[in-house]
């Protein structure tokens, strides 16, 4: 099993970056690709961006290209989440998650979450 923790959320100004951890333990952290999503209130969880076991292939979200990097360091058992540009409609618990498949966009594909860290984009 591995445990998942997340990190670095907070409360940002309309424009502002945030870094987002995950920091995970319990078992092998580069045998599993990994997944950032997102779930604001009254919505479904949606899916961020995902980076695969070495960190060479990644996928993001549309709404998010050019603004969000994941990335992740195996040395240090941890994932990453740099988030620029932030807008108001990007408030939600983000969650990041893992997976022994492929690097993949479903929620179902993914086999262990973390509790989820509160991001706030004020306007």
């Known amino acids: 099993q591995v445990q998942l923790v997340e990190s670095g959320g907070g409360l940002v100004q309309a424009g502002g970056s945030l870094r987002l951890s995950c920091a995970a333990s319990?078992?092998?952290?580069?045998?599993?690709?990994m997944g950032w999503f997102r779930q604001a209130p009254g919505k479904e969880r949606e899916f961020v961006a995902a980076i695969g076991r070495i960190g060479s292939a990644t996928v993001y979200a549309d709404s998010v290209k050019g603004r969000f990097t994941i990335s992740r360091d195996n040395a240090k058992n941890t994932l990453y989440l740099q988030m620029n540009s932030l807008k108001f409609e990007e408030t939600a618990v983000y969650y990041c998650a893992s997976t022994t498949g492929m690097v993949g966009t479903a929620r179902r594909e993914y086999e262990y979450w973390g509790q989820g860290t509160q991001v706030t984009v004020s306007s």
């Open positions: 319990g078992r092998t952290f580069s045998n599993y690709a």
